[in-house]
């Protein structure tokens, strides 16, 4: 049996798509369940329009909304989407295909995107970056929650998704069942079709949110710092580089000759781009005008966001891990 959880909220305008993808999948779900976290549009008529399952709650985030899901899932494997993603008709095949092995325990899909904007064309193209990355390894660590599936007994066992997370709780949630031993594999091939950020300030605040929350993962997994199935090593680099420019020039003011060791930071950094560049010249030569802006962008938002996560870890108290039982 299988059943599909969506956490939404305030998605009036994206889940229509959603539902109508999810109801034209060549392998049929058992339910598909919609947890309504809080909307106050249209969200709800539209779940009961389409004849779908309809769960609600107040506005506690998408992690608690997954876990109300799955607390009245009667699937054997529970498929997770969101609300502004368009599953290909093959999706629930694709996404049930590895768990024929018994061994598999949790499969991650993949993002594709029709938008012709600069930047979610780029940042398509980070994704296809990762994905590469995730193509070689057997088992992986990260499963994100846009295309996922899990076995229903291995969520409840594992307390599911950590509602302290408001965003990176599907990484928690993958760094914690990798590390209790649990199988999971990439399917390229279960696709998704997502809005990515479309202007350059909108994916600059994402990547902020996402090095601020993969700090906390980090905390949670120290193990994970060195090395994952998912982050590009070259990208922690950049990051560094990012902190070295900024240390170098602004201790110049105090010591000139600094100013050379900034701008070996920024040759650097511009050299570290050029695969990224090379991967953007290969789907469209214009992409190269802004390949290596974006990659200063992402690397630049993400130093932000991991600072600012490190500064909460020092100064606050961390939030307390999930103690509840999915049931």
């Not at 990260?142 to 007994?153: L, Q, S, W």
């Not at 240390?247 to 650097?268: E, M, Y």
């Not at 630049?300 to 500064?311: K, Y």
């Amino acid at each position: 049996m299988i059943s599909i959880i969506v956490p939404a909220y305030n998605a009036s305008k994206t889940l229509p798509a959603c539902l109508a993808a999810l109801s034209k999948q060549t392998r049929k779900a058992d339910e598909i369940i919609v947890v309504d976290d809080g909307s106050i549009d249209q969200t709800s008529q539209i779940v009961r329009e389409f004849g779908a399952q309809l769960l609600g709650q107040p506005h506690l985030g998408a992690a608690a909304a997954r876990n109300l899901g799955i607390t009245h899932a009667g699937g054997d494997i529970i498929l997770f989407t969101d609300a502004d993603c368009e599953p290909v008709p093959t999706w629930v095949a694709e996404m049930m295909r590895p768990f024929d092995d018994p061994q598999i325990m949790g499969v991650k899909g993949s993002y594709r995107s029709h938008q012709m904007e600069k930047v979610a064309r780029l940042a398509q193209i980070e994704f296809e970056e990762r994905y590469d990355l995730l193509g070689l390894h057997k088992s992986i660590d990260f499963v994100d929650t846009h295309a996922a599936g899990f076995r229903a007994n291995v969520l409840r066992s594992s307390r599911a998704f950590d509602p302290a997370f408001t965003q990176n709780e599907d990484v928690d949630l993958s760094y914690r069942l990798a590390n209790a031993g649990c199988q999971m594999v990439f399917n390229r091939q279960a696709i998704v079709y997502h809005m990515h950020p479309s202007t350059w300030s909108a994916y600059f605040r994402l990547k902020i949110k996402r090095g601020f929350w993969r700090i906390l993962a980090y905390q949670r997994h120290p193990d994970k710092v060195a090395s994952d199935s998912y982050t590009p090593q070259l990208l922690k680099a950049q990051i560094g580089l990012i902190y070295l420019f900024l240390g170098f020039t602004g201790l110049a003011w105090a010591f000139h000759p600094l100013l050379w060791g900034g701008l070996a930071s920024l040759i650097v950094f511009c050299l570290s781009a050029v695969p990224f560049i090379r991967r953007a010249a290969r789907q469209d030569r214009i992409l190269m005008i802004g390949a290596l802006y974006f990659v200063f962008v992402r690397a630049s938002a993400f130093a932000i966001g991991v600072a600012g996560g490190i500064f909460r870890l020092i100064f606050s108290r961390p939030a307390a891990p999930n103690t509840s039982q999915a049931e």
